[in-house]
């Protein structure tokens, strides 16, 4: 292959999913000048599996990228055909948006914001080699001969790393939704040291609409006050498309124990692990054999389309199968199959390899992001894209890296687990992750970033205003609420309305709104000096921010705690064989996650109380031998 | 892990006689100790100059019930050891006062100090040089190198598998409320309150039976058990009297307990000693012949530290080294008493049997040696390695406080019901009591639950 010099740019990013999408945006945007290299450009922002965006623990992190100033929330803003907030019943900490996505529409959204973009190039190409000197990245060459040289590299992969396809005894070399896989990339990073592993993920089928009998399946429709995923926008209001809930029969699952054993998972094909979370139906039979029935949902894939996704019906067995099982489903009894369910692995990362900036340890410049980094989840990849973009354009200029921590951000949360504990399976985000909960809410992702995606230079001024706007309302507003005083008199027929027990001395309306049965809208009468112009999410605020206050209060003590260890810096060329008193275990786990913070290294498994202790002494020491040098 | 919160620990080795002392460190030991301290006048500490030892009692706050009357002093920072406020609270000596006062000042906000970490803090806040620091590491990393003494780890078991019950039903309530939040759309029965009060009140009880016991002396009571073996007339019931004449804190069976092994609770300079099968002995004088060799395999079984009594003044039977030889790996001290007779015994031959036991010469009938024996008990227990000699105590009383604080978590998320918050709350307080249940058995939350969902729950898509 005759090579030739292509170009050279700050930051090239490898892959147009959704992880490379954020990173090329952000390094562009920052102002540094970009390349986006991927196999077809018909596949950007592509959504080769659920067509949705959102969901538990994952609308946090498209709210978060948002704030950030990333562009995941305004894309599915303009094209989302359905919209529902989860969880409603629960606490406003685990509210969560999902949304269903007009796939096409949002790859051609996306892919314009892309065009449309200064300072970013999109080409076609696929990365066969990356150019490493000195343990420094230089650049990466296409399969066609040309060589990118860039300052930093983002690899953002996703699943094409030597993928492979599975329908029961048929396997081949394929990336998702019939694309080329990237066959080279791969073995390359193994030479210049990258530890790869291999995991494996799946899709179910896609089935024509018109040969589905929707009656009789239960309708399920999106909610009628949409609830935005970006800040930007305040009243979205489109015709909504339904989703569709159905179940499997005796028949299903009798068709799957009699075919198990041709089902690539279970009759031996794959070896690679999947996510717990994201079973094939075999799976689910399997494992829970006295469940009688499941839950199919049928998603719809877009407007202009037939296709309808077949969602809780992943499986890797063959097609001729598939036809069967699909047919034993209620009101898929002549149901078409477009495209059948596969299972794809793929080649990924160990990210414990990774810095908390998603910069390879050992290769300077080099970041990765996304599935790459064994992360599985389009909000998941998005989210460590705009870090990975940031980050590189940091590097570029010498400054410190932006790192969430575990008390600011999911996205801290999601890219601490990943290079601190490093996953054994692809990582999604869930609630339960984040120890502070209470405080990382959907509703205040805006309140809690966007003051730092301004800071970075990637949230502009119109949103920046819009931010300081709603913060101060909301300072006012409680404030307000705390200085305004009910009598008995007026407030007692009010309140007793509301189905709360009636009050003997005045109180103020703030103190009022901390019953479970009072809300900032049932007590409107009593409250005559209402502001007029507050915004929708500012009144969730305060009543959030009151209702919730000791909770909320005794959370930020925790994370006070959690910071003083998370401010005690651990420098990266630290040789912990060299630090008396740690266990071998320690040092180690130590040696290899290079921690950036004492906090960092007291959630590596292995590492002990007692040897954070003595790592809090040997700073001590250290800091003293210096000061008397 | 927390860097600077305030600690507090027993100063004085335990079960000492005269004073012991607890010691406070911390930006919040002041404020702490008015809230169970006043003094004979009346006043708070605070009230009174630093530096100045004030008499008064240790009040229960809640019941104003006197703990004990004490001399106490405080100090402010930066000059004092650790450069943190400091207070002393010197009360009566002994392991009951001493242990009463440390708990109560763990309830009303303090954390039970690791082994060497007032040092520790000394060091880190510029108080000691570099030279007494090395000294702090080693003493960290001992407690993480050694793996617990047989003490500890006998008392942290038996209490271990009571928490770990716990745990089970609290991981249960979580599994359910995770899944209805994190798996929202999935087909999983959403958890109901019904559910939830139930299961939080057998929990609440749990723990509250388990901190009953404890405040019986029932932790502190389960302490190393011990069996002492001997031929018959060897001087088994002499060494058993003479060692109850000597512990300070004698506590008596428990009531009602029926099993056929009758224990004795000694205290021996602070170590808790759990003599089995004291009936045995008490009563026949010839536990070996009684209940015969198999007997004497079983109980060595359950001992943590056996003590074998061999008569100096005749010769090893072949019964003496049947016993020696089951001794095996286990913790044993060897005692030959009758030495004011004429010695027929070869301890050669016995250290033939044992190999590098310890060796005790006594006679009981002429009280030598039993501060010997005493010293060995305590040497073996701590291996000499352990600095800090309150470690059994402190781990009591850090048990206790974990699951008070437990108690308190679980009662909160009764509240959190009553009050009709949203099921993620109740969830913060079920993982509270989850967490400080953890301390005591030293689990993590967060792969264990996953784990539990993923088996437990039929989820995903």
């Known amino acids: 292959m005759i090579r030739y010099d292509a170009g050279q740019y700050d930051v090239i990013v490898v892959g147009a999913g959704h992880a490379g999408c954020e990173a090329a945006l952000a390094a562009a945007r920052m102002g540094h000048s970009t390349i986006m290299l991927t196999m077809t450009l018909d596949s950007i922002a592509m959504l080769p599996c659920n067509p949705s965006i959102g969901g538990t623990g994952k609308g946090h992190l498209v709210k978060e990228i948002d704030a950030l100033g990333g562009e995941m929330g305004l894309n599915i803003d303009k094209t989302f055909i359905q919209s529902r907030m989860l969880n409603t019943r629960k606490g406003p900490a685990v509210h969560s948006l999902r949304t269903q996505a007009d796939k096409t529409r949002y790859h051609i959204e996306m892919k314009k914001t892309l065009e449309n973009q200064e300072n970013l190039d999109l080409v076609e190409g696929e990365v066969v080699d990356i150019i490493v000197e000195n343990d420094t990245v230089k650049g990466v060459a296409t399969r066609t001969g040309s060589v990118y040289y860039g300052k930093t590299v983002i690899l953002a992969t996703g699943v094409y790393l030597k993928s492979k396809i599975f329908m029961g005894e048929v396997n081949y070399e394929s990336g998702p939704n019939g694309l080329f896989p990237a066959m080279y990339l791969s073995e390359k990073l193994k030479a210049v040291g990258c530890n790869m592993r291999r995991f494996k993920t799946g899709t179910p089928a896609r089935v024509n609409k018109d040969t589905i009998d929707f009656s009789k399946m239960d309708i399920q429709n999106g909610d009628k006050d949409i609830v935005p995923f970006s800040f930007m926008n305040e009243n979205l209001d489109i015709e909504q498309e339904p989703c569709w809930l159905t179940r499997t029969t005796e028949e299903t699952h009798k068709i799957i124990s009699d075919n198990l054993h041709r089902s690539a998972m279970y009759g031996g094909g794959i070896e690679s692990t999947g996510p717990r979370y994201c079973p094939s139906i075999e799976d689910k039979i399997v494992r829970f054999s006295d469940k009688p029935s499941h839950q199919i949902f049928i998603e719809p894939e877009g407007l202009e389309t037939k296709e309808m996704y077949i969602q809780g019906f992943s499986t890797s067995l063959p097609v001729e199968i598939q036809v069967k099982m699909l047919r034993s489903v209620i009101g898929l009894e002549n149901a078409k199959i477009m495209r059948p369910a596969y299972a794809i692995e793929y080649d990924c990362i160990d990210p414990t390899q990774l810095k908390p900036s998603l910069e390879i340890k050992h290769i300077n410049n080099l970041f990765s992001a996304g599935q790459f980094n064994g992360s599985s989840g389009y909000e998941e990849a998005a989210a460590q894209g705009l870090i990975s973009g940031i980050n590189a354009v940091l590097k570029i200029r010498g400054e410190e890296p932006f790192i969430l921590n575990r008390s600011e951000a999911y996205i801290g949360v999601l890219i601490d687990d990943l290079v601190t504990k490093g996953t054994n399976e692809p990582y999604r985000m869930m609630t339960s992750r984040a120890e502070y909960r209470l405080v990382l809410r959907q509703d205040n992702a805006d309140l809690r970033l966007t003051e730092k995606g301004y800071n970075i230079g990637l949230v502009k001024e119109e949103r920046y205003k819009r931010y300081l706007l709603k913060k101060d309302s909301i300072e006012n507003e409680i404030k307000r609420l705390k200085n305004t005083n009910v009598s008995p008199e007026t407030a007692n027929t009010i309140i007793e309305r509301a189905g709360s027990t009636s009050i003997k001395a005045g109180f103020s309306l703030y103190e009022l709104l901390k019953r479970p049965e009072l809300t900032y809208e049932n007590i409107k009468e009593l409250d005559k000096n209402r502001p007029e112009i507050l915004l929708k999410d500012a009144k969730t605020q305060c009543e959030v921010m009151i209702k919730y206050e000791g909770y909320i209060e005794k959370q930020l003590k925790q994370i006070d705690q959690f910071k003083k260890l998370e401010n005690k810096k651990l420098s990266e060329d630290l040789d912990y064989d060299k630090i008396d008193g740690l266990r071998i275990e320690a040092r180690q786990k130590l040696n290899n996650i290079k921690p950036v913070s004492v906090g960092q290294a007291s959630r590596i498994s292995g590492v002990s109380p007692a040897d954070i202790s003595v790592l809090l002494v040997y700073l001590e020491q250290k800091r003293r031998k210096k000061k008397v040098e | ?461």
């Open chain 2, 1 to 461: 892990m927390f860097i600077d919160d305030t600690i507090a620990a027993i100063a004085t080795a335990p079960g000492e006689a005269g004073i012991g002392i607890v010691r406070i460190s911390g930006e919040k030991s002041i404020e702490l100790i008015d809230k169970i301290f006043v003094s004979k006048q009346g006043k708070k500490l605070s009230e009174y100059k630093p530096r100045r030892i004030t008499y008064g009692y240790i009040l229960e706050p809640k019941s104003d019930k006197r703990i004990d009357e004490v001399l106490v002093s405080y100090m402010k920072g930066p000059n004092t050891y650790t450069r943190e406020d400091i207070v002393e609270i010197n009360c009566h000596g002994g392991m009951i006062p001493v242990k009463n006062i440390l708990e109560l000042v763990l309830r009303v906000g303090a954390r039970a100090a690791e082994p060497g970490e007032f040092t520790k803090r000394a060091f880190l806040n510029g108080r000691i040089d570099l030279a007494q620091a090395e000294a702090v590491m080693d003493l960290i990393s001992a407690k993480t190198e050694k793996g617990f003494d047989v003490a500890l780890d006998q008392l942290e078991g038996s209490l271990s598998k009571k928490v770990s019950k716990v745990r089970k039903k609290l991981m249960d309530m979580l599994g359910h409320i995770q899944v209805s939040i994190d798996f929202a759309e999935d087909d999983v029965d959403e958890v109901t309150i019904d559910f939830l009060c139930d299961k939080r009140n057998e929990v609440e009880s749990d723990i509250q039976k388990l901190l009953d016991t404890a405040d019986t002396g029932k932790i502190l009571r389960e302490g190393l058990s011990t069996v002492i073996v001997g031929k018959p007339n060897v001087g088994k019931s002499s060494l058993l009297n003479a060692l109850v004449r000597e512990s300070r804190a004698i506590v008596t069976d428990v009531p009602g307990t029926t099993r056929d092994v009758i224990e004795e609770h000694l205290n021996i300079k602070g170590i808790p000693l759990n003599l089995v099968d004291t009936a045995g002995i008490r009563e026949t004088e010839d536990i070996v012949e009684k209940i015969g060799v198999q007997r004497s395999k079983e109980l060595f079984n359950l001992a943590d530290l056996i003590i074998v009594m061999l008569d100096g003044s005749k010769e090893l039977t072949e019964d003496d080294k049947e016993i020696l030889s089951l001794i095996g790996r286990k913790k044993a001290l060897i005692i030959i008493n009758k030495t004011d007779l004429t010695q027929k015994i070869n301890r050669k031959d016995v250290e033939k049997i044992v190999g590098d036991k310890k060796i005790i010469k006594v006679s009981l009938i002429e009280e030598k040696g039993l501060d010997e024996i005493e010293d060995t008990l305590v040497e073996m227990v701590y291996k000499g390695e352990i600095k800090a000699k309150d470690s059994l105590l402190v781990t009591n009383v850090r048990h206790k406080n974990a699951l008070e604080r437990a108690l308190e978590a679980i009662k909160d998320s009764e509240k959190a019901i009553k009050q009709k918050l949203p099921l993620d709350f109740v969830e913060v307080d079920i993982k509270n009591t989850w967490e400080a249940l953890g301390e005591i058995t030293g689990d993590t939350v967060e792969e264990d639950l996953l784990d539990h969902i993923f088996k437990n729950f039929c989820i995903g898509k």
